[in-house]
């Protein structure tokens, strides 16, 4: 009886670290490939069919509000309700408000922010703007947008 309890304690210690390292894996990977499109990204590529960060429509809202169209969190096959709502200037806080198609929902809040989809998945990038690339370097952070609330995937953007 031990011995098939230390067996299977194994299997599931052995389980649980070969899915955190492979979830790892896809975490660093998001992060180059996403660091890599910052980098890349110019002017004139800014939110023209070529921007990777330019690729959930979205309506306006009053002010500087928007309601995001045709975004799936739940990946239920339904549109999920989702507005970013931001201060009246330029700087400050942004919220983000998801209203899930199959129920729940949740609020981010941080500084100003954009939305952008990567495969199946959506994601928030904060601390991009209009300062010069230089001031940007390492000041940029990514959130994967989840059933439960925004996850901080990588830190150093």
Known sequence: MVRKIWVLSFFITFSCGFNNEVLSEEVHSVCKDVKRALDER???TYCTKDDLFCNVDWEPGS???????GVDI???GKSDLVMQSCGGSGLGLCSLFVDKSGGGGYEFTDEAFFLF???DDYYLILGESVEPE??????RKLYLLGLDGADLVCDDL
Do not use: E, F
């Open 63 to 69: 002010g500087r509000d928007k309601n995001y169209l």
């Open 74 to 76: 739940d990946k239920d």
């Open 42 to 44: 110019t002017v004139q």
């Open 117 to 119: 989809k990567l495969g």
């Open 134 to 139: 230089h001031k940007k370097i390492g000041m």
